[in-house]
């Protein structure tokens, strides 16, 4: 069974609208003259849907006209979207207990093999460079109080 890209982005408009509404109109939409805090969420979900809605009529009438889909997870593209998705699982489940320097050097190691080709070196520098503007912006800038490094040994 092949995913068509248009189909599919225009699922994904349709479910995260549904979503925004439903949870943002849990918070209250206020009034027009005074919106709630449900009211952002309530909007863009709409707005979601418009453009979920908008993309299904656009598919179904290129598909009447006899246009060729485009696959939306073409064979040669599921690499690197796997590499990807295994970078960011492995910070996620190595930022609690190793740390934040730990978790983005393997994500930056593993991302770095989604792209065929690249040089080690490169890898070095843009995860010096990564690692530098993260702990500056976020742990010196903002004060966002993350363990840099937590080994337990």
């Known amino acids: 069974m092949t995913i068509h890209a248009d189909l599919l982005a225009a699922l994904i408009f ?3 609208g549904a979503i ?14 005074a919106l709630g805090s449900g009211a952002m969420p ?7 849907l418009i453009m979920g809605v908008a993309q299904l009529v656009q598919t179904a009438a290129a598909r009447r006209a006899g246009q060729a889909f485009v696959s939306a997870f073409p064979g ?3 690499r690197p979207l796997l590499v990807i998705l295994a970078a960011v699982l492995a ?8 740390g934040l320097l ?3 050097t393997a994500l930056v190691c593993i991302s770095w ?5 690249g040089r080690r070196l490169e890898m070095l520098a843009v995860l010096v460079v990564v690692a530098v503007l993260i702990v500056a912006i976020f ?5 966002i109080p993350f363990r840099l490094v937590a080994w337990r040994f």
Do not use: D, R
């Open 14 to 16: 349709l479910v995260f």
């Open 20 to 33: 925004a509404t439903v949870v943002g109109w849990g918070y209250g939409f206020g009034t027009f003259s």
């Open 42 to 48: 309530v909007l863009a979900g709409c707005g979601l």
């Open 76 to 78: 040669s593209e599921m």
């Open 91 to 98: 910070f996620g489940l190595l930022v609690g207990p190793l």
């Open 102 to 104: 730990p978790a983005l």
């Open 113 to 117: 093999f989604a792209e065929s080709g």
């Open 139 to 143: 742990y010196y800038g903002l004060g």
